[in-house]
């Protein structure tokens, strides 16, 4: 083969590699240019491809506090030498909080304890319970700045109870000496709670009750004189006081069907009492002669009330007999037969 068609062959084999390689840069640079357009970063405005950009650059930052991460609340809480923390419970929107109750000091002025939890942002109720009676509640907003401290004021366990003092006045004067307290009793809430002894009692009875108000009532020989409701006050808040006025006699109004004869002593007594020429808390039981009625005081109750009558005081007779209900404070009629 000659020089020069060697020198031919050559020159095609060169032009077809040009070609070649043309074309592939071609084919490469088409695909890439299609890609691209095809891409959802294409497809976006100009403006919303900014926002993703400004994104993409914050992404590198520390991300922003929400309200669905948990902050700090503290509450703290006052309490007395004296107290204790059995049953109490602290609920954080609902949520049953776990604490440990604080070592109540034996000794010196009122203490702070500080409870720390751990509370979702936002506007939250904070409770407190205790011995299932709801004592605290407040609304309070938490955010992430900085921790929140509520301050709560001591608190009475509704377990203590409250001091009531009672003082029982006579609005008839018979509750004077032994004799006319006897069978007075004292009941709280329909329960027997005392029964009175001695005349200074009625002065200033101290009683121990729970907190909240309580039905009072007295009743002697069984019959109710006196019924209030009274509210008995917190510890922290004080005694609470109540007076009673009761009547616990009432009176008897006797009538014959005739006036008594000048020269005929009559009187009459209540249950077993003797007769005495002395005016007692009742009356003086002699009844006036020229007069048909009599009207003699007695204690509330069911009495037996007796007729006598005579020339005089030591051969008067029993005339006649009555069983009657005597009421606080009001009159019971009977009519003698004979």
């Keep these: 083969m000659d020089a020069k068609r060697i020198e031919v062959i050559a020159a095609i ?5 040009g070609v070649f390689f043309a074309v592939l840069i071609g084919v490469i640079s088409l695909a890439l240019t ?4 095809n891409s959802p970063a294409a497809a976006l405005p100009n403006d919303t491809q900014n926002t993703r950009t400004k994104l993409a650059k914050s992404a590198d930052k520390k991300p922003s506090i929400t309200h669905d991460q948990p902050s700090e609340l503290w509450l703290q809480m006052e309490f007395d030498k004296g107290q204790r923390f059995n049953g109490m419970e602290i609920f954080v929107d609902e949520s049953l909080q776990k ?22 942002g936002g506007m939250q109720v904070v409770k407190i319970r205790w011995r299932g009676v709801e004592v605290w509640k407040q609304d309070v907003e938490i955010n992430h700045e900085t921790a929140v401290v509520l301050k709560i004021p001591k608190l009475d366990d509704p377990a203590e109870p409250g001091t009531l003092v009672i003082k029982i006045v006579s609005a008839d004067g018979w509750l004077k000496g032994s004799h006319y307290i006897d069978s ?48 008995v006050k917190k510890p922290s808040e004080g005694k609470s006081f109540l007076e009673a006025k009761v009547f616990v006699s009432g009176t008897v109004l006797i009538k014959n069907s005739v006036p008594v004869r000048p020269n005929v002593f009559a009187y009459v007594t209540v249950d077993d009492q003797r007769f005495t020429q002395f005016p007692g808390a009742g009356g003086s039981p002699r009844w006036a002669p020229g007069m048909d009625t009599h009207e003699i005081r007695a204690a509330v109750g069911n009495r037996v009330i007796n007729v006598f009558a005579g020339t005089s005081a030591a051969d008067a007779k029993l005339i006649e007999t009555f069983n009657v209900t005597v009421e606080p404070g009001k009159q019971a009629k009977i009519e003698m037969a004979k």
């Design 34 to 37: 299609m890609r691209k357009d």
């Design 99 to 120: 604490w440990d109750p604080p070592v109540r000091p034996r000794f010196g002025p009122p203490a702070n304890y500080l409870v720390k939890f751990q509370a979702v």
């Design 184 to 231: 007075l009793e004292l009941f709280i809430d329909a329960h027997l709670r005392h029964t009175f002894k001695f005349s200074s009692e009625l002065s200033a009875l101290t009683l121990n009750l729970p907190v909240g108000e309580h039905l009072m009532t007295l009743k002697k020989h069984g019959i109710e004189v006196y019924s209030e409701k009274v509210d």
């Design 13 to 17: 084999v060169k032009a077809a590699i």
